[in-house]
T-cell receptor, first 113, second 115 residues
Framework: DVKVTQSSRYLVKRTGEKVFLECVQD?????MFWYRQDPGLGLRLIYF???????EKGDIPEGYSVSREKKERFSLILESASTNQTSMYLC????????????FGSGTRLTVV | AQTVTQSQPEMSVQEAETVTLSCTYD???????LFWYKQPPSRQMILVIR??????QNATENRFSVNFQKAAKSFSLKISDSQLGDAAMYFC????????????FGKGMKLTVNP
């Protein structure tokens, strides 16, 4: 089974801190994605990557950056955390050729205080 | 641009009954995929069922089936013989074939199953 692992399930950070959310997948998927999930707003795409060192902005990239130095790892960075970035963050991966949608990680619930 | 709309934020069903979750989408593409995902409380989002737009036959996975109406751009999920474990958030999503591999999600619907 494909596994997508997010390093932290729950995280509490202070305003202004630099925050790293890590995501690792173990099935050689080319595509990786970061979404945030908020009640009533569904899933909103922050950034995605089709390949190592490649990244593209999603719908809400402001205040975030990403890094993909290795194929299996996709990191989301909050440059200076703010309270409005308190949310559930979901990582996902997919294989370009199979059109079977995403495999998701378990999510990281981030609280910025 | 693709959009996916789930108009009902919440629904409830009695155990063993049947419930239908609605979803509409908008796309100008002819080839695309449609998905239903389930997110149980505090648990991982998992794929429930997928439909290829070029296939007229509705997809079925055990107690889960879809009613795909391509002309109406409608993609509803029917859950038969509802079980307590079906209680979850359900998200409808679409993906353009050969496109950017991005899924576009609806806002989700919370399903409660009453014993």
């Amino acid at each position: 089974d494909v596994k997508v692992t997010q390093s932290s399930r729950y995280l509490v950070k202070r305003t202004g801190e630099k925050v790293f959310l890590e995501c690792v997948q173990d099935m050689d998927h080319e595509n990786m994605f970061w979404y945030r999930q908020d009640p009533g707003l569904g899933l909103r795409l922050i950034y995605f990557s089709y390949d190592v060192k490649m990244k593209e902005k999603g719908d809400i990239p402001e205040g975030y950056s990403v890094s993909r130095e290795k194929k299996e790892r996709f990191s989301l960075i909050l440059e200076s955390a703010s309270t409005n970035q308190t949310s559930m963050y979901l990582c996902a991966s997919s294989l370009t050729t199979d059109a079977y949608g995403y495999t998701f990680g378990s999510g990281t619930r981030l609280t910025v205080v | 641009a693709q959009t996916v709309t789930q108009s009902q934020p919440e629904m409830s069903v009695q155990e063993a009954e049947t419930v239908t979750l609605s979803c509409t989408y908008d796309t100008s593409e002819s080839d695309y995929y449609l998905f239903w995902y389930k997110q149980p409380p505090s648990r991982q989002m998992i794929l429930v069922i997928r439909q290829e737009a070029y296939k007229q036959q509705n997809a079925t996975e055990n107690r889960f089936s879809v009613n795909f109406q391509k002309a109406a751009k409608s993609f509803s999920l029917k859950i038969s013989d509802s079980q307590l474990g079906d209680a979850a958030m359900y998200f409808c999503a679409s993906e353009i074939q050969g496109g950017s591999e991005k899924l576009v999600f609806g806002k989700g619907m919370k399903l409660t199953v009453n014993p």
